[in-house]
């Protein structure tokens, strides 16, 4: 097929890689403008137009595509069969949607309609899912409400946190992408609806999506990390500065009863901290404001800390 490809991070690369391998014609590609990024805020490129000029592709960078003469005139001009849409990160225009005669198909990380929104996979392991996949759709006006193609299930290990399953699902995503193609191409695929009575929201993470609540209790608050790496992460304070909490594990402490949720429990070099429903969390990794992170025996050397020390204050 003749396609253009719109995909902005790390987990459209594959699919836009196996779309060469499998020969369709990308005539363009579309990704985001480069942005400043790290320590030293250089502007950086999308990892989609790394891998496109690296395979000679045409790329292009608009700030914005609804009200685009430019990009419409150029995709007019190539009359793709289809518009391949893997986490581009802007919204699709009615114009864009009614071009291409199979539509603009996008790959979504999860099983909709659940989990419809900009981090699909973070909330799923942020909820505890035991599975998650990958779904094409046709998209049509709405959030990720268009209709089904094809899906894939993948079972989510409970030590899996979303660095961890990401590259997993963008690789499963690809080869998806790729039988969609051509079972559209054979018409074999008849599109569903999605039942809306099934819908939940996966939005945008914020930085306080990863401030930990020690009211809840132990296995909400490990599965929320999970879902929130690289980032926001999960944090806390003590004695008003950040902790980061890099590395944490529900368990099990003997005797320990009526624990206010949020205090610590020290003890030989271990640290816990008291959850909801008197559940508690190893903090096993951690770093403070400042410094470089540490185990909890390295942090607790450095600390005049005793056992009731609230965190989150």
């Given at each position: 097929m003749k396609l253009?490809?719109?995909?902005?991070?790390?987990?459209?690369?594959?699919?836009?890689?196996?779309?060469?391998?499998?020969?369709?014609?990308?005539?363009?590609?579309?990704?985001?403008?480069?942005?400043?990024?790290?320590?030293?805020?250089?502007?950086?490129?999308?990892?989609?137009?790394t891998i496109a000029l690296?395979?000679?592709?045409?790329?292009?960078?608009?700030?914005?595509?609804?009200?685009?003469?430019?990009?419409?005139?150029e995709l007019e001009a190539i009359r793709p069969d289809a518009i391949l849409v893997v986490a581009y990160g802007r919204i699709i225009p009615k114009w864009m949607l009614d071009l291409p005669r199979f539509g603009n198909l996008n790959l979504h990380g999860s099983l909709l309609p659940k989990y419809r929104g900009a981090a699909p996979v973070q909330w799923a392991l942020a909820h505890?899912?035991?599975?998650?996949?990958?779904?094409?759709?046709?998209?049509?006006?709405?959030?990720?409400?268009?209709?089904?193609?094809?899906?894939?299930?993948?079972?989510?290990?409970?030590?899996?946190?979303?660095?961890?399953?990401?590259?997993?699902?963008?690789?499963?995503?690809?080869?998806?992408?790729?039988?969609?193609l051509v079972e559209l191409e054979a018409g074999r695929i008849?599109?569903?609806?999605?039942?809306?009575?099934?819908?939940?929201?996966?939005?945008?993470?914020?930085?306080?999506?990863?401030?930990?609540?020690?009211?809840?209790?132990?296995?909400?608050?490990?599965?929320?990390?999970?879902?929130?790496?690289?980032?926001?992460g999960a944090w806390t304070t003590l004695h008003g500065k950040k902790l980061t909490l890099h590395r944490l594990l529900p368990t099990e402490v003997r005797g320990a009863r009526g624990a206010q949720p949020g205090t610590l429990l020290l003890d030989e070099g271990t640290m816990f901290a008291a959850c909801g429903d008197g559940t508690w969390i190893e903090l096993i990794e951690v770093?403070?404001?400042?410094?470089?992170?540490m185990t909890?025996?390295?942090?607790?050397?450095?600390?005049?800390?005793?056992?009731?020390t609230p965190l989150g204050n």
């Open positions: 253009a490809f719109c995909g902005t991070p790390a987990f459209a690369v594959p699919t836009l890689k196996l779309a060469l391998r499998a020969g369709h014609d990308v005539a363009l590609v579309v990704t985001q403008p480069d942005r400043p990024a790290g320590r030293g805020q250089q502007l950086t490129a999308p990892p989609v137009k690296e395979a000679g592709l045409r790329v292009t960078q608009p700030e914005k595509i609804k009200n685009n003469p430019d990009l419409r005139e505890g899912e035991h599975a998650t996949g990958v779904t094409t759709m046709r998209l049509d006006e709405g959030l990720d409400t268009g209709d089904i193609l094809l899906q894939r299930q993948m079972a989510v290990a409970p030590s899996m946190t979303a660095t961890d399953i990401l590259p997993l699902l963008a690789e499963t995503g690809a080869d998806l992408m790729m039988q969609t008849v599109p569903r609806k999605q039942d809306e009575s099934q819908a939940s929201l996966a939005p945008l993470l914020t930085r306080d999506d990863g401030r930990v609540d020690f009211s809840r209790p132990a296995m909400t608050i490990y599965n929320r990390w999970r879902g929130f790496q690289p980032w926001p770093q403070p404001e400042g410094r470089r992170r909890a025996a390295e942090f607790l050397r450095g600390q005049a800390l005793a056992t009731g």
